[in-house]
C-alpha cells in the first residue's frame, strides 16, 4: 500500500485513517520514492500517528506500507530494508551503536548473542533490541542454542529449561559427532528464521519429516513436528500469540480455583554466604509480564542472614506499599518452610500462596499450594500439570531469578571494586 502525502502535515495525517491497526513495517518516502525513514510496529496506525512532530515529514511525499503476520516478521523485514536502502533519518535517529545484531561465534558450535556491533558472523542491523531479544527467546523454545560465556560442570539453567542442549557447555566433555551435527543443524535454521528464509525453512523441514517417516525413525519426525508447529508459533500473527499467553492464564485460573487472575507477583532471593543478600519481586499483570512494577530489594536487617529470614522481611516491605495493587497470586521460590514463612507473613486469607521447589539441579520441580485451611499444602509434581501451565510457572520462576541474580552481581562487584 501507497499513500500520497500533501505537503501540509495535518492533512497528511488525515491519510494516516486509512492504514490498518496492523503488524508491519512503514516507508516515509520523497518525492522521489527514496526511503526517507524506515520503522515497524505491532499496530502500524498506532505507531505512525506518533511521528507528526518528526522532521522528516517535510520532505516526506508518499508513505508505504507492508503488513506481516507477526511481530518477528516485521522485524526481520525492517532490518533487510534498513541495510539494503540505509535512509538517512534512521542514521540520524539511531547513531551506529545503538543498532543491535545477532552475532555468531566461531568455532563447531557457535554460541549466539545479541550486542551493539557485528562481529564476525553476524545479522542485522535491527533497530528495537527489545523486540529482537524477546524473539530470540522465543525461537530459542523450539531452537535450543548455547550463550553461556565459559565452559562449565554442570548443566547450566537454560538446558534444564529445554533452551541450550547441554553438552554445547560442559567442561571437560568433547560433544559426540551426532550432537555436533545436531546443534550445527539448530544454528543453520535460527539464521534462516533472522534472514527471512522462513519459508524456505519450512520446505526442508517438511522435507525432512517425510524422509524420517519412510525411515521409520519415528523420533526424528516427532522432533521435526515440533520444530515445524514451533515455527507456526513463531510466525503466527499476534493475536494468536495473545490466545496462547491467554491460554496459559486460563489453565492457572482454573486450576487454583479462582474466577479472575489480574496479578501474580513471584519473590526470589539471591545471596552468597550470607553477602550481598538481595531479593526480587516480578509481576504478572494484565495479560503480561510488567517490567515496570518488577522491584528489587536490599536486605537491610542483618540478623537476616537465611533465606527465611530474607523472605519474612522482603514480605513485609512489600506490604507496607499501599500504593502497590494487591496480588491474586502470590508465588515464593522455596519448599515447605518458604511457604510456612510466606502464610505467617500474609495474613490476608483472600491471596492465594504457593511455592515452587525446585530439584537438586535447580530446575522447578514441584508446587506447593496452601490450602484454605491454612494449616496444608498441596504438593504438586510440575509433570502432571498441562505443558501450557508447566511452561509459564517455569517462565515465571526463571525471570525471577536472573533479575535477583543480576542485581546480586552487581552489587557484589561494586563492593568489590
Known amino acids: 500500500m501507497i499513500l500520497a502525502f500533501p505537503e501540509k502535515p495535518g492533512a497528511a495525517f488525515d491519510a494516516v485513517k486509512k492504514i490498518p491497526e496492523t503488524t508491519g513495517v512503514y516507508l516515509f518516502l520523497d518525492k522521489n520514492k527514496k526511503p526517507l ?14 511521528h507528526n512532530k518528526e522532521s522528516f515529514l517535510k520532505k516526506t511525499r508518499f508513505l508505504k506500507i507492508e503488513k506481516t503476520s507477526s511481530e518477528i516478521e516485521a522485524l526481520i523485514k525492517e532490518s533487510e530494508l534498513i541495510k539494503k536502502f540505509q535512509p538517512k533519518y534512521n ?16 568455532g563447531s558450535m557457535p554460541k549466539i548473542f545479541i550486542t551493539h556491533r557485528a562481529k564476525g558472523r553476524s545479522i542485522g542491523p535491527f533497530v528495537d533490541g527489545r523486540s529482537l531479544k524477546k524473539s530470540l527467546n522465543l525461537v530459542r523454545r523450539f531452537f535450543p542454542f548455547c550463550s553461556c560465556q565459559t565452559p562449565h560442570l554442570r548443566r547450566c539453567l537454560n538446558s534444564q529449561m529445554n533452551r541450550c542442549f547441554g ?9 559426540k559427532s551426532f550432537e555436533l551435527k545436531k546443534y550445527q543443524e539448530n544454528v543453520k535454521k535460527i539464521k534462516q528464521i533472522f ?8 520446505k526442508k523441514i517438511t522435507k525432512k519429516i517425510k524422509q524420517a517417516a519412510k525411515k521409520l525413525d519415528f523420533d526424528t519426525a516427532q522432533n521435526l513436528k515440533l520444530q515445524l508447529l514451533g515455527l507456526e508459533n513463531i510466525f503466527s500473527h499476534k493475536e494468536l500469540v495473545l490466545e496462547k499467553q491467554n491460554f496459559e492464564i486460563e489453565e492457572l485460573t482454573k486450576f487454583l480455583g479462582l474466577k479472575k487472575l489480574g496479578r501474580i507477583e513471584f519473590f526470589d532471593s539471591s545471596q552468597m554466604q550470607g553477602s550481598w543478600r538481595v531479593a526480587a519481586m516480578t509481576v504478572w499483570q494484565n495479560n503480561d509480564f510488567d517490567k515496570s512494577a518488577w522491584r528489587l530489594f536490599k536486605i537491610k536487617n542483618e540478623k537476616a542472614r537465611d533465606d527465611l529470614a530474607m ?32 502464610r505467617n507473613t500474609i ?13 537438586k539441579k535447580h530446575a522447578p520441580e514441584e508446587l506447593l499450594i496452601l490450602q484454605s485451611n491454612r494449616k496444608t499444602a498441596k504438593v504438586i509434581n510440575l509433570t502432571s500439570l498441562s505443558k501450557p501451565l508447566k511452561n509459564f510457572l517455569e517462565d515465571f520462576s526463571e525471570k525471577t531469578h536472573s533479575f535477583a541474580v543480576r542485581f546480586h552481581r552487581k552489587r557484589r562487584d561494586r563492593i568489590l571494586l
Not at 525513514?37 to 506518533?50: D, E, F, M, T
Not at 513485609?316 to 514463612?341: A, E, F, S, Y
Open 37 to 50: 525513514y524506515i520503522g515497524k510496529a505491532v499496530n502500524l496506525k498506532k505507531r505512525i500517528q506518533g
Open 91 to 106: 542514521v540520524v535517529f539511531k547513531d551506529g551503536k545503538n543498532y543491535f545484531y545477532l552475532n555468531f561465534s566461531r
Open 167 to 175: 553438552f554445547c557447555c560442559l567442561k571437560n566433555y568433547e560433544p
Open 195 to 202: 534472514t527471512g528464509k522462513n519459508l524456505d525453512l519450512r
Open 311 to 342: 523472605l519474612e522481611e522482603v514480605l513485609k516491605r512489600r506490604l507496607k506499599h499501599r500504593d502497590w495493587p494487591m496480588p491474586q497470586v502470590l508465588i515464593v521460590d522455596g519448599g515447605k518452610n518458604q511457604l510456612k514463612t510466606a
Open 347 to 359: 495474613q490476608d486469607s483472600r491471596i492465594k500462596i504457593l511455592a515452587l521447589q525446585k530439584n
